[in-house]
């Protein structure tokens, strides 16, 4: 079942088109990752699909209701965690809870029960006097997510909810999405990181407002790219990613740690060359040439700079 039906979902500012007749579906209860560089239009379109910023065409079904048409029913069924949320600092846990709570329309028992529960999810229990501003930053992100499902939405709509926090404590948000997922909550997540893009069910990659790619992690690796990555160990790494980027037969190029990964089409070929060209012509010690599967980092890079292309085209 589908939780979110998207048609054709556009938003232009002016002349300016942010989200480009955007479609896809999100089955109930999936993590759906939306990954998106800088002004792809990642927020344009979550802003769309939680009922606060009008369309300017298409349609978006959230949870049984219209975006165009009822935007109102949308909100009061969904929850969301803004680019840019985070809660009062200066106000303690258990105010937050309460504030909340009672934006969301939670009172007395009802408030009382899902408080204990935020508490328990956000490893708070016994801290509800704590200043929020005092919390390490993974357990404020927790908390407050645990508090964007205070009402307990069927949805949850939560844009760069990591962004700046270190990598454990990311670990540990993640933890309660899958938790939430499990319990059946439809999690629509945008994300810059690579690493968490690989917890999703579905990934789905836009450019420029349009959708260029979509599919669960293995799908993206095996489907858009059939060039072969290779995996070079050499020394004066630098001198050679300069060397193989200049060369026609080398596609992408990237580096990944002290390796550099290259794609071409021939590997046989591809390897020839690159003995060829690195060692016997610049002497630059190759140690290891292998073929990888390659990374949704390697993945993205390709799509990405054919998707480039094709606009300057
Ligand atoms: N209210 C607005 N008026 C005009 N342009 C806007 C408005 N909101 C967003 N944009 C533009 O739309 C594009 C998409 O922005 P959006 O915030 O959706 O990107 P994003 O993918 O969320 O980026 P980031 O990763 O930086 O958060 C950007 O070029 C941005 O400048
Ligand atoms: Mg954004």
């Not at 048609?7 to 939306?34: D, W």
């Not at 501003?133 to 909810?161: N, T």
């Not at 948000?173 to 690989?198: K, P, R």
């Amino acid at each position: 079942m589908n939780s979110i039906e998207v048609t054709a979902l556009t938003k232009k500012f002016g002349s300016f088109t942010a989200v480009n007749e955007i479609s896809f579906n999100v089955k109930q209860g999936e993590i759906f990752g939306f990954l998106g560089a800088n002004g792809a239009g990642k927020s344009t379109a979550i802003k769309m699909l939680c009922g606060i910023l009008e369309p300017t065409s298409g349609d978006a079904i959230v949870g049984g209701f219209s975006v165009m048409k009822q935007p109102d029913k949308v909100k009061a069924n969904i929850g969301y965690m803004s680019q840019r949320f985070s809660l009062y600092n200066d106000l303690t846990v258990e105010e937050n809870i309460n504030f909340y709570g009672g934006v969301y329309g939670l009172y007395k028992r009802k408030l009382a029960e899902r408080k204990k529960w935020v508490l328990k999810v956000a490893f708070l229990e016994g801290k509800e006097k704590f200043l929020t501003g005092s919390l390490p930053g993974g357990i404020k992100q927790r908390l407050a997510l645990a508090i964007a499902v205070i009402h307990e939405p069927k949805i949850v709509f939560l844009d760069e909810p990591t962004g700046g926090v270190d990598p454990i404590s990311r670990r540990n948000f993640w933890d309660l999405i899958n938790e939430l997922s499990q319990s059946g909550v439809t999690v629509f997540v945008t994300t810059h990181y690579l690493d968490e893009a690989e917890f999703c069910n579905t990934i789905t990659l836009i450019n420029a407002g349009g959708i260029i790619a979509s599919g669960n992690s293995q799908e993206l690796k095996t489907k858009y790219l059939t060039n072969s990555i290779l995996e070079i160990e050499c020394n004066r790494v630098v001198d050679a990613l300069d060397i193989l980027s200049k060369e026609p037969w080398v596609r992408e190029t990237s580096i990944f740690g002290n390796y550099i990964h290259i794609s071409v089409e021939d590997e046989i070929e591809g390897r020839r060359l690159i003995k060829k060209i690195l060692t016997d012509e610049r002497s630059i010690n190759v140690l290891r040439i292998d073929k990888i599967v390659p990374t949704l980092e390697d993945v993205f890079i390709y799509l990405l700079e054919k998707d480039s292309k094709k606009n300057v085209e």
